[in-house]
């Protein structure tokens, strides 16, 4: 049972590491999004809906879409997704279930 327990950790590891790579490139793409008009956000949103529609992967879009969540939250509500919220999002996206603890979002 702890072999199972452990190789089961242990790609759990390698999937978080893969979930991080995506975190950082959320936060490359967000000095970007923070940089446009509040119509140009729009623009961006309406944008990215075209190109699912037109069949561009949904994990090809995820970074992009979730800077520009990230912006406008901030925007609207004065709150900023913190790294491991977004994470929560790409686990649900993943079809998976993601708990957090309070506190964490």
């Known amino acids: 049972m702890q072999l199972i327990d452990r190789a089961l950790r242990m790609g759990e590891g390698r999937k978080f590491k893969a979930y991080e790579k995506r975190v950082e490139s959320i936060n490359r793409i967000e000095p970007e999004m923070k940089e446009l008009e509040d119509s140009e956000l729009l623009e961006e949103a309406n944008s990215i809906r075209e190109r699912a529609k037109n069949g561009e992967s949904l994990d090809d879009l995820l970074p992009e879409t979730f800077a520009l ?33 309070t506190g964490e979002g």
């Open 69 to 101: 969540t990230r912006e406008a939250a901030w925007r609207t509500l004065g709150q900023r997704h913190y790294d491991v919220q977004l994470i929560g999002g790409m686990v649900v996206h993943d079809g998976a279930i993601a708990e957090m603890k």
